[in-house]
């Protein structure tokens, strides 16, 4: 599994990122966040939209 670091910076490059119905941002002041943990696409540990190791590419080349 990635680490929740790696999850954030390829949720925040992702173009197929969707929002899971849980995620809600926190009356603490933390700011809310994309990454694949809160994406409705993750399912099992697992993108269904076979983005994540493209986009993860995608950010080592930059």
Do not use: I, W
């Not at 925040?12 to 969707?18: D, F, K, L, N």
């Not at 994309?34 to 590419?57: H, I, M, P, W």
């Amino acid at each position: 599994m990635s680490s929740d670091q790696e999850m954030r910076h390829v949720g925040s490059s992702c173009p197929g990122y969707e929002p899971d119905d849980f995620s809600f941002q926190s009356g603490t002041g933390e700011a809310y966040y994309r990454s694949c943990t809160n994406c409705r696409n993750l399912q099992d540990g697992k993108c269904v939209k076979n983005l994540y190791d493209s986009v993860l590419a995608s950010l080592d080349q930059s």
